[in-house]
C-alpha cells in the first residue's frame, strides 16, 4: 500500500518508519534539513528488532509536497493550527487526508480532515482514529488492519481537542505541575504519589519523552478548550532556552 506521510519532525519519522516496517511504500515529505536516509534506516531496523520480522516496504524522500500524487495521507507537522492548514492547502487533492493532530479540533484545520493520531513512542500500541469524510474505506481499513496485525489497538474517537488519549493524560500532567508551580508542593513528594496512584507514570518523564514543545503545544490548545487545563510557566521557560527532551537530549529537570 502507498501512503504519503507529510513532515519529517519527530513524528513523521517514527510513523514512515513504523509504516515501511509493516511493508508498506512511503512517499515522506521532508519539512527540515536533516539527512534523513540513515536515520530512517536506523529506526526501521529497531523497529523490525521490536517486532521480530524483517518484511520492510521502503520510503522516498519528496521535496516539492504539490508533486505528491493521492495516496492516504498522514500529516505529522507541529501542533499548530496555521501550519497544518498551510501544509495540507499545498497538497494538489482532497481526499483520503488524516492528521496526526494529539490537540486540535480537525474541523478547524479543514472539514475534509480525518483523525490517525499514533503514540509517542511509536511502538505504545494504542492508535486513536477519528473518521468523518472524503476517505476510503478499503484503503483505510487495509491500513487498519495492518497495524492490528501487530497487536496495535485502534480506537474510534470524535472530533474534539486531545481526542481521549490526550484529555486524559494531560490533565494528569497539568494538574501535576498546577500544584509544583501554583501550590508549591514538594516535587518529590508529588513524584511518589504519581507513582504509588498511577502505575509508575511520572508526569516530567512523559513530558521528556513526548518532547516539551509539543507538550507545551497540547496543553496550550487544551487549554482553549478547557481553561481547567493549566499550562506551566517551566515548559514555557524550557522551550525559550532550547530544552526539548529526548528529542534533543536536552531533559526538563526538576
Request: hydrophobic fraction near 40%.
Amino acid at each position: 500500500m502507498k501512503i504519503n506521510v507529510l513532515g519529517s519532525g519527530y513524528m513523521g519519522k517514527q510513523i514512515c518508519s513504523l509504516f515501511v516496517t509493516l511493508g508498506h511504500s512511503v512517499n515522506l515529505w521532508q519539512n527540515t534539513s536533516e539527512k534523513l536516509d540513515q536515520i530512517l534506516e536506523t529506526e526501521i531496523k529497531k523497529l523490525n528488532k521490536h517486532f521480530k520480522i524483517n518484511n520492510n516496504g521502503n520510503f522516498l524522500i519528496i521535496n516539492d509536497i504539490s508533486k505528491l500524487e493521492e495516496n492516504l495521507t498522514i500529516e505529522t507537522v507541529i501542533e499548530d493550527l496555521r501550519i497544518k492548514k498551510e501544509v495540507i492547502s499545498k497538497l494538489s487533492f482532497k481526499d483520503n487526508i488524516f492528521s496526526n493532530t494529539s490537540s486540535i479540533k480537525l474541523s478547524e484545520i479543514g472539514e475534509n480532515i480525518n483523525g490517525f493520531h499514533f503514540m509517542n513512542p511509536i511502538t505504545v500500541p494504542l492508535i486513536e482514529l477519528c473518521k468523518r469524510k472524503q476517505y476510503s474505506d478499503i484503503l483505510l481499513n487495509e491500513l487498519v488492519m495492518s497495524l492490528k496485525n501487530y497487536s496495535y489497538e485502534v480506537i474510534n474517537v470524535t472530533d474534539k481537542p486531545g481526542f481521549l488519549v490526550n484529555r486524559i493524560l494531560f490533565k494528569e500532567i497539568s494538574y501535576f505541575f498546577y500544584l509544583f508551580e501554583i501550590e508549591n508542593k514538594s516535587i518529590s513528594e508529588l513524584k511518589k504519589i504519581y507513582k504509588v496512584l498511577l502505575k509508575s507514570s511520572d508526569p516530567i518523564k512523559i513530558v521528556n519523552m513526548i518532547g516539551i514543545d509539543t507538550s507545551l503545544c497540547i496543553l496550550e490548545n487544551l487549554n482553549k478548550d478547557d481553561n481547567n487545563i493549566y499550562v506551566p510557566n517551566i515548559l514555557k521557560d524550557s522551550v525559550k532556552k532550547g530544552i526539548l527532551g529526548y528529542k534533543n537530549k536536552k531533559l526538563l529537570r526538576i
